[in-house]
């Protein structure tokens, strides 16, 4: 029997600043120091990549950097882009995919939901009962404690963002559910050991259909499969498509699950492309 890889080791979030993005964000709303920046990117030399990473010895110069920007300084700007590229740590592009998705742990402020995430944890808290199985967790849990709830397990693919799960005294796994995809088992897990199985990124894996089936073989009888997402939302490096909530309840009917479709439009925000959804097979 395989025996699964549990990840221990407890990490901060520290927040790596990406000059490129953030003096964007931070001039969206000043037009006219937009447009300077613009122009004077085109003109000099001085000025770093477009998705550069900074650690914090670098968070001064960067602040120094956007306070030149918008009073258009081209000689302060000029004298502090050199200083920036001494302590550049990290160029996005560069990264492979999976590198990709171990920075977010580090860098990303939230998750499913944005600003009302909250009010996500607690829906689908109230949702889930018994043993549950978070998998492709990412570093946000969406299961409070409860009382209905007997315990949590963790399960992603990526180290980082285990070692910075919201939980970290619960059980975390280290398993990439591509392999399910690929013929394997989790057999690490009895047949009907957990009563509730969340999956948070069902988009990401190439085939959805054997993972569902696996989930069935993993809960009781009666124990539910939930799945949160939005139409539009995922990370390009890893997205195999769109969230479609009917081709999902498709893939859950035909590995035996009964199967509801749940519009969440309390979920919309101003700044939400997308309409959340949940779909809950039935064992």
Request: aromatic letters at 14%; glycine letters at 6%; proline letters at 4%.
């Amino acid at each position: 029997m395989e025996r699964p890889i549990y990840v221990t080791e407890v990490a901060e979030r520290e927040p790596k600043y990406n000059a490129g993005l953030m003096v964007t964000l931070d001039l969206w709303h000043d037009k006219g120091a937009s447009e300077w920046w613009k122009q004077f990117s085109k003109k000099t030399s001085f000025t770093f990549k477009s998705r550069c990473f900074f650690g914090k010895e670098g968070e001064r110069l960067f602040h120094q950097l956007q306070e030149a920007i918008k009073k258009r300084d081209a000689e302060g700007v000029r004298n502090i882009l050199p200083k920036m590229n001494i302590y550049c740590q990290t160029n996005y592009e560069d990264l492979k995919s999976i590198q990709k998705w171990a920075h977010k742990a580090i860098q990303m402020p939230g998750d499913i939901g944005g600003p009302r995430k909250k009010e996500v944890r607690e829906f689908l808290t109230s949702q889930a009962s018994g043993r549950v199985l978070e998998t492709m967790c990412g570093f946000n849990s969406y299961f409070d404690d409860s009382l209905n709830i007997t315990e949590v397990v963790a399960l992603d693919f990526c180290k980082e963002m285990l070692e910075r799960y919201a939980y970290p005294k619960r059980i975390k796994i280290l398993y990439d559910l591509e392999q399910v995809v690929k013929g394997k088992q989790m057999n690490f897990f009895a047949d009907g050991s957990f009563q509730t199985v969340g999956c948070w990124g069902s988009n990401y894996l190439s085939r959805q259909k054997p993972v569902f089936t696996e989930f069935r073989r993993i809960l009781s009888e009666s124990g539910k499969l939930l799945i949160l997402e939005n139409i539009f939302e995922g990370y390009s490096d890893l997205i195999k498509r769109h969230f479609n909530p009917e081709k999902c309840a498709k893939s859950m009917r035909e590995s035996g699950f009964d199967v509801k479709i749940q519009p969440l439009p309390w979920l919309k925000s101003t700044w939400v492309l997308g309409d959340y959804y949940l779909v809950q097979g039935i064992k």
